[in-house]
């Protein structure tokens, strides 16, 4: 008989979450009643915004609930289906959360086309960080031909996504990475024109080089030392888009420098949250799929084994040890 695997939050972090936060328990697997599917998941998306989730301090979305099975999103199978818009077999990708199995009522449940792309990638590049990427260049950033933007954690969920649209947009996207090989590969296969290794000794020297025309759209995920170097190097009109401050999230505050940059180059900054435009999330997602389908769009994957590697996943994510988007394969 098979059981529904559920990782629960044990108990909140008090300094940096541990995999001792986190506890794995068997349930029955539940039948679904009217209306609803039962979805068994195949992968498991691990982001860094889980790591606000875990605290009570007050944001935009609702604290994860300690004893209750963490949440997260997920894509899968229809195993059973009272609800005639999914069917037996159908690939789904919904919000089903760190466990095995599922039910949905259908309203976050979505039916992807899995032949033509591997079906995870509804969790990445065509999913909620592709989508982020997507917003963040085009509705904040708006990059022009020849313009230079900056983004940082470029080999990542989003930042390759910001990247490789930046590129199309006949701009010049130069990245901010963890180590050589990522830097390499933003480089070769991402199309970045340069990318500048944070964790060098020489970093803020081979970034100031690698950007001899100034900075005319920053997309920032990381926040930090890097992120304040940056904005030394900011454009007139140029245009900073706030998608994330992960170096942040476990560690000090990211502080402004002097203010009075942003009124003499007259800068537009911007944060956003990606849930909060669902309206252009189809618009997104079409378009980064028929990239995908051209093969226009590139990405990487780290995934992990089995729900129980979930809770130390998710500390390395947070500590830079992924390299692309961060997965849990389930079955
Ligand atoms: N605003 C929104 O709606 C929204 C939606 C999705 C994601 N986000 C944000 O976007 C950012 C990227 O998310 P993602 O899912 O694409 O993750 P990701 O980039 O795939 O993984 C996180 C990366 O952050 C980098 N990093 C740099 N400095 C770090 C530090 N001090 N500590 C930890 N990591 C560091 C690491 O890459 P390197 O090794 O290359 O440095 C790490 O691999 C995050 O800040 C996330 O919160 C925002």
Redesign the pocket.
Known sequence: MPTNTQVLLDHRPTGKVSPACFRIVEAPVPAPGPGEILVRHTFLS????M??RLSDAKSYAKPQEVGAVMGGGTVGVVEASNNPRFKLGDAVVGMGGWQRYSLSDGAMLRVVDAKAIPVQAYL?SLG??G???W??LNKIIAPKAGETVLV?????????VVGQLAKNAGARPV?????KE??AYAVKELGYGACVD??SPTFADELKAALPDGIDGLF?????E?FQLALRRLNDFSRVA??????????APTALPDMRIFLVKRIKME??????HMDLWPQAIGELAALAAANKLKWRE?IRDGLEAAPQALVD??????????LVRVD
């Open positions: 691990l982001d860094p915004y790591r606000g990445g909620m960080p989508v982020t990427a917003y963040g940082s954690a470029a080999t990542g969920a989003v930042g390759s990245g901010i990475a963890g180590g990522k830097c944070h964790k920032e995920n990381v926040g930090g890097p706030i998608c994330g401050l992960i170096a942040s999230y476990e560690a944060g956003f949250i990606v849930s909060d780290t994510l947070l500590h830079g040890q992924n390299f692309g988007k961060m």
